[in-house]
């Protein structure tokens, strides 16, 4: 029978059966009966129906039953597929080999770009993590955002603290829940308040959350930064450094204990990996002897090292989704939250971090902006480069269109599935960024703006600063303003900068030039 042909193809790859002493061929010979069943039956009936029959008795039936319920997915030709998203925090344009590294080795996301296709021009969300993920998780870009800045205006006084996304927005999490997926996060989340739980990423759709926490606790006292808090504060988990070689290391061990434990085999999965590396604020690294010899500063060697442990995490969850028959049909994109760090006594410019793009982490140049952007999606994606230009608010209609389900009207995002997929691409008009960064204090100067309308690229810093063109086509380190040259190419590029900037309360500085008549939100 083709069936339990097909299916003993995919046991033998399965090593687990062999390590729990059952035999392939006993295996086998237990699911023969039911593959009629997985036959005339859609994939949601399998499971239960197993349930009743007696078969799942044991711990690993669920690897059994996974199988099945793929099977049944292909017979009837509909099939939700998994959705991973990589998310480093700070890895900038030119720290991976694939993006024109030298020095510092990530061979397994090479490997991966290799694979899948490489966007040369795919941008964050903002240029700095909170703002960044919040584009990120609902769709919605910097300009209309509830997070523009790490911090934001919460009173008179002129008290400034983080902002939690709003309750009305849909997250990612909450978006394929409802369309089924089991929800899973882990890392950091930097979108809520550490006095809310609701605000944490268990209350925004995640079925099992753990993230770290900082600052002051409801009840008073800190929250330490190394205890992970699972499901809100339900438990937590102690990072012990001297039991991992960096915090990647024990964040992946915790999502492989729930892909061992807890994964539903009847749903599709969403998994939003929120890594650590290459930020600078880790405080204990165990790992001392990767690029020891080079001869570099021990800040530099640790961010060498923490990309390359980095790289080597990602691999150890891909071989435990292939292990378990799941990365077949799985979905994955891998990016970062902004442009490359100078803090803690790094120099972004030691292994050339953005490759040679103008700016870094808070700028709203290249370099502060554009991101390595890798998506796999085996046997669909197109292998291959594309200059499409991509960027956070597209993801959420990417990922409601690879699930089936229609889009959240708040997204300001268009689905890049089709460039994914080799297809054709529907044009769009311009990509939009902003940001309230810290100058010296929270003020006027350091709200910052950008656009990019095809090879025209505007940048505005401070509430009442100049703005500066460049296009990209012939100068894309951003080395000569052509304002003058072009002003009606920059009259086109204000407007932009104009009408996509909401005032709102929590940023007073936001709104484009001449803003006065801009509405608020």
Known sequence: MLFIQEVSAVLNKVSVFNKRGIQLAQVKERIAPYAVVCLTRPPQYIVPI?????????????????????????????NQPNILILLADDMGYGELGAYGQKVIRTPYLDALAAKGMRFTDFYAGSSVCSPSRGVL?????????TIRGNKGLLSSDGLW?????????????????????????????????????????????????VQEQ?????????????????????????????????LDEF??????????????????LF??????????????????????????????????????????????????????????????????????HRENGHDETFFNSSNDLKGYKRDMYEGGIRVPGIVYWPGKSKKGVTDY?????????????????????????????????GKKQPARDHLYFEIQASVKGWNARGFRQAARMGKWKAVRYGATGTT????????????????????????RMEDILRAESVKTKNYPYSGGPSSSSSSTL
């Open 50 to 78: 197993l349930k009743k029959e007696g078969v799942i008795l044991k711990q690993v039936s669920r690897w059994i039953v996974r199988v099945l319920v793929l099977a049944s997915v292909g017979a009837h030709g509909a």
């Open 137 to 145: 998780m609902t769709g919605i870009h910097a300009g209309k955002a």
């Open 161 to 209: 603290d983080r902002v939690p996304l709003k309750k009305s927005e849909a997250t990612l999490a909450e978006m394929l829940k409802e369309a089924g997926y089991q929800t899973a996060f882990v890392g950091k989340w930097h979108l809520g308040i550490p006095e809310d739980v609701s605000t944490w990423a268990a209350g925004r759709g995640f079925d099992f959350a």
């Open 214 to 246: 900082w600052g002051e606790k409801a009840e008073g006292g800190e929250f330490d930064e190394r205890d992970h808090w699972v499901n809100g504060r339900e438990s937590s988990i102690f990072h012990d450094y001297t039991q991992h070689d960096c």
């Open 251 to 268: 964040r992946t061990d915790i999502i492989l204990k729930f892909l061992d434990e807890e994964r539903d085999p009847e749903k599709p």
């Open 271 to 340: 998994l939003f990996m929120s890594y650590r590396s290459p930020h600078a604020h880790e405080f204990f690294l165990r790992e001392k002897e990767l690029y020891k010899d080079e001869g570099w500063p021990e800040i530099e060697r640790r961010h060498a090292a923490r990309i390359t442990m980095l790289d080597a995490q990602i691999q150890r969850l891909l071989n435990k989704l292939e292990q378990m028959v799941e990365l077949e049909n799985t979905f994955i994109l891998f990016t970062s939250d902004n442009g490359p």
């Open 389 to 421: 230009p991509a960027t956070f608010y597209d993801v959420m209609p990417t990922l409601a269109e690879i699930a089936g389900i229609k889009v959240p009207k708040q997204t300001d995002g268009l689905s890049f599935l089709p460039t994914v997929l």
């Open 468 to 491: 500066k063109l460049f296009n990209l086509e012939d100068d894309l380190y951003e080395t000569t303003d052509m304002s003058r040259e072009y002003p009606k190419i920059l009259e």
